[in-house]
């Protein structure tokens, strides 16, 4: 299976959530990682996300956070 990582450590919210948005639908067939910088940041992409889609989350370094989108909540699971 292809694994695909968007790493968004570089941007602030808005602009975290609506890159995340498109690399989720743009991503579909794949195994999915969003990095992300900042404690507030990681909270708030993580429920949005939380409410779709099954999800794993690991503290990578210092600020810098790991979402692995498992699989839909709503329809078949994501490969």
């Known amino acids: 299976m292809k ?3 968007l790493d968004v450590t570089d941007q602030r919210c808005p602009l975290t959530f609506l890159k995340a948005k498109e690399f ?3 991503n579909l067939n794949c195994e999915k ?6 404690i507030d940041d990681f909270k708030k ?3 949005s ?3 779709n ?3 794993e989350t690991n503290k990578r370094e210092d ?3 790991e979402i692995i989108v498992k699989k ?3 329809s078949s699971p994501l490969k």
């Open 45 to 47: 992409l993580k429920n």
């Open 63 to 65: 600020s810098i956070y």
């Open 33 to 38: 990682k969003i990095l992300i910088k900042g």
């Open 49 to 51: 996300i939380g409410r």
């Open 72 to 74: 839909s909540k709503f």
């Open 24 to 26: 989720l639908k743009s």
């Open 3 to 5: 694994k695909k990582v």
């Open 53 to 55: 889609f099954h999800i």
